[in-house]
T-cell receptor, first 113, second 112 residues
Framework: DTGVSQNPRHKITKRGQNVTFRCDPI?????LYWYRQTLGQGPEFLTY????????KSRLLSDRFSAERPKGSFSTLEIQRTEQGDSAMYLC???????????FGPGTRLLVL | AQSVTQLDSHVSVSEGTPVLLRCNYS??????LFWYVQHPNKGLQLLLK??????LVKGINGFEAEFKKSETSFHLTKPSAHMSDAAEYFC??????????FGAGTQVVVTP
């Protein structure tokens, strides 16, 4: 068991570019969550999946953000037309069916110039 | 709706002395509560969780927390701080779908 992995670990992009992040959850974890953490704050919920179904999206997730989990395994989070305010750490977590404990990946740190 | 409030943004302790991190929660039902720790450049790690079993919860690395419904509190303690405890600590409440609501965090500094 290698834990939750996220790629890339760091991303620097220019304003207006699109970026995509990937999360690989712990195998057999059917729930997958995305959070965003800005400097000096706690993580904030963005969206989550149960298997391949996206069940909830936060109001923080504007129409420039889209997340997918096509086969119920890995997930991608895409940000279109990035803005400087999108600069943050993007965290992925997964949990086992029926259990509340979420296991977090190391995060992808995004810097929009 | 549920929320958590961490009462201290920074706590400084001397090595070997007790640590107390305070957290109050608000929830319309019996909550599930967690403490997570985040070391610099590392992922969030679960310290302990409360899920309506024993009110005194023991976690990893000598930490424990007590759930007090009458005070709506879930304070985290450790009898003797170690240098490796320097990190950011988050009090967290979970909704019925497992969505986590994090507090703003408490930065712990441990001095020799």
């Amino acid at each position: 068991d290698t834990g939750v992995s996220q790629n890339p670990r760091h991303k620097i992009t220019k304003r207006g570019q699109n970026v995509t992040f990937r999360c690989d959850p712990i195998s057999e974890h059917n729930r997958l969550y995305w959070y965003r953490q800005t400097l000096g704050q706690g993580p904030e919920f963005l969206t989550y999946f149960q298997n391949e179904a996206q069940l909830e999206k936060s109001r923080l997730l504007s129409d420039r953000f889209s997340a997918e989990r096509p086969k119920g395994s890995f997930s991608t989070l895409e940000i279109q037309r990035t803005e400087q305010g999108d600069s943050a750490m993007y965290l992925c977590a997964s949990s086992f069916p029926g259990q509340e404990t979420q296991y977090f990946g190391p995060g992808t740190r995004l810097l929009v110039l | 709706a549920q929320s958590v409030t961490q009462l201290d943004s920074h706590v400084s302790v001397s090595e070997g002395t007790p640590v107390l991190l305070r957290c109050n929660y608000s929830s319309s039902y019996s909550p599930s509560l967690f403490w997570y720790v985040q070391h610099p450049n590392k992922g969030l790690q679960l310290l302990l969780k409360y899920t309506s079993a024993a009110t005194l919860v023991k976690g990893i690395n000598g930490f424990e927390a007590e759930f007090k419904k009458s005070e709506t509190s879930f304070h985290l303690t450790k009898p003797s701080a170690h240098m490796s405890d320097a990190a950011e600590y988050f009090c967290v409440v979970s909704d019925s779908w497992g969505k986590l609501q994090f507090g703003a965090g408490t930065q712990v500094v441990v001095t020799p």
